[in-house]
Each structure stands twice: as structure tokens, then as C-alpha cells.
Nanobody, 120 residues
Framework: QVQLVESGGGLVQPGGSLRLSCAASGRMYRINAMGWYRQAPGKERELVADISRGGTTNYADSVKGRFTISRDNAKTTVYLQMNSLKAEDTAVYYC??????????????WGKGTLVTVSS
């Protein structure tokens, strides 16, 4: 059984910063790619950023230059450093991870989401 636990969401003023964290735990054989998605009210869920085991990163155009995704050395935790936040960044942010479990398949897992609100 795999769990993704997110933290770091909250209320921040425009121009401020937040760092989101997501830790994976369970009977995992290998964690492959990890990433962050977000969903704003009335909109579909969209990819914010992801990172492969080798460190290759990918960002949505709307966050390039402002957000940075990274992983710890064990590659069990993914971070999203968010700088220069804008009101349009307000959304529920979801952690996603592609994981191969012990004696099991490779599939995607999701966190329950953490709310980021950017408002003055």
C-alpha cells in the first residue's frame, strides 16, 4: 500500500512564496517520475511540473521562471518551490507519483491535495 502525504499549502499574498512537499511511503520497489498538478475552481486539472528519476524537469508555461521542482536524494520526496505567486496560482495542488510496488504493478498514485490561496 502506497501513500502520498502533502504539506506546505496555505494562504499567501501576491508576490510571496510557498514550498510544497510530498513524501511517498509504503511497500515500494521503485519510485519513477513525480510531479505536481493543480485544479482551480471551474477548471480542469493541469500539470504544473514533473521530474524524472534522472532529474529531467518539465514545467507548464504559466509557471516557468517562478516555480522549481526537485527531489531528495532518496527520491521519495518531491518539492515544489513557488515564488512570485499570483492570484491565478490559487488552486488545489495534487502530488502525483509513478511507482512500482513490491511484487506488483507500476502505476500512478495521487495525494489528497493541498489548497494554495494567493490573495491580498
Amino acid at each position: 500500500q502506497v501513500q502520498l502525504v502533502e504539506s506546505g499549502g496555505g494562504l499567501v499574498q501576491p508576490g510571496g512564496s510557498l514550498r510544497l512537499s510530498c513524501a511517498a511511503s509504503g511497500r515500494m520497489y521503485r519510485i519513477n517520475a513525480m510531479g505536481w498538478y493543480r485544479q482551480a475552481p471551474g477548471k480542469e486539472r493541469e500539470l504544473v511540473a514533473d521530474i524524472s528519476r534522472g532529474g529531467t524537469t518539465n514545467y507548464a508555461d504559466s509557471v516557468k521562471g517562478r516555480f522549481t521542482i526537485s527531489r531528495d536524494n532518496a527520491k521519495t520526496t518531491v518539492y515544489l518551490q513557488m515564488n512570485s505567486l499570483k492570484a491565478e496560482d490559487t488552486a488545489v495542488y495534487y502530488c502525483n507519483s509513478n511507482i512500482t510496488i513490491m511484487r506488483g504493478p507500476t502505476m500512478d498514485y495521487w495525494g489528497k491535495g493541498t489548497l494554495v490561496t494567493v490573495s491580498s
